[in-house]
């Protein structure tokens, strides 16, 4: 079955970093788009970035372009988010994200917090 496991996330004070894990499995990693989704106390879940199959293409939130990269490894079966100049208002949880046989799939989250 298809399974996405989140790491890497914590406690960080305003303009530390971070870099986010997903390990993959279940589904053919190298044949989708990966994305990573937030979601805020109180909001919805939204999108941070995506990458695409061959890990040549990407895509960001406005809120988040400059500061975050995302990157996956097709060998590992693993998706990265480096979050970088971290801003209290990236606190929330950080979800993995991908779209097979028509389904979405989100791993259990990981917590990021930015705060002094």
């Known amino acids: 079955q298809v399974q996405l496991v989140e790491s890497g996330g914590g406690l960080v004070q305003p303009g530390g970093s971070l870099r986010l894990s997903c390990a993959a499995s279940?589904?053919?990693?190298?044949?989708?788009?990966m994305r990573w989704f937030l979601q805020a106390p109180g909001k919805e879940r939204t999108m941070v970035a995506s990458?695409?199959?061959?890990?040549?293409?990407?895509l960001y939130a406005e809120s988040v372009k400059g500061r975050f990269t995302i990157s996956r490894d097709n060998t590992k079966n693993l998706v990265f988010l480096q979050m970088n100049s971290l801003k209290p208002e990236d606190t929330a949880v950080y979800y993995c994200?991908?779209?097979?046989?028509?389904?979405?799939?989100w791993g259990q989250g990981t917590q990021v917090t930015v705060s002094s």
């Open positions: 279940g589904f053919p990693f190298g044949d989708l788009t």
């Open positions: 994200h991908c779209l097979y046989n028509w389904k979405n799939y």
């Open positions: 990458v695409n199959s061959a890990g040549d293409s990407t």
